[in-house]
């Protein structure tokens, strides 16, 4: 056997590892600008909100499947937060997600544009931003 076919083997291998043991990345989602943080993530003391960024990751996976990341000006990962959805996220445009510290987050998901689709050539293009009362 090639040499060349065991590392595309071996590189396979490990990636479909990786996937079973951490979930396969789904989707990917930034807060909008003008909505409130995650209770699970609060800012650095001192700190103004127009310094970070927050991203909603969804995984297939078993488990927490959803991640929020603070990330700073730089685009360091502050702080990090595992979820479990509750529901479906895919069925609508609003769900709510348990984090790892027991708070029940419940976020609208919207497009970046008024008219706009979720996706844009097959990418999730949309914005999330939190509602705070059962959708």
């Known amino acids: 056997m090639p040499s060349w076919v065991k590392n595309v083997a071996a590189i396979f291998g490990m990636t479909l590892m990786s996937c079973l043991l951490n979930g396969c990345l789904e989707s990917e989602f930034d807060l909008a600008d003008a909505s409130k943080l995650p209770k699970a993530l609060a800012l650095p003391t001192g700190q103004a909100r ?17 991640t929020f990341a603070l990330i700073d000006s730089s685009g360091h990962t502050v702080r990090e937060v595992r979820g479990k959805t509750v529901g479906s996220c895919a069925d609508s ?37 939190f509602i705070g009362e059962k959708p």
């Open 50 to 66: 127009a310094n970070y960024r927050v991203r909603l990751r969804f995984y297939s996976t078993y488990g927490y499947d959803a």
């Open 93 to 129: 445009s609003s769900c709510r997600i348990t984090t790892e510290d027991g708070e029940t987050e419940v976020l609208k998901l919207r497009p970046y544009e008024q008219h706009a689709g979720m996706e844009k050539n097959r990418r999730p293009v949309a914005l999330f931003e």
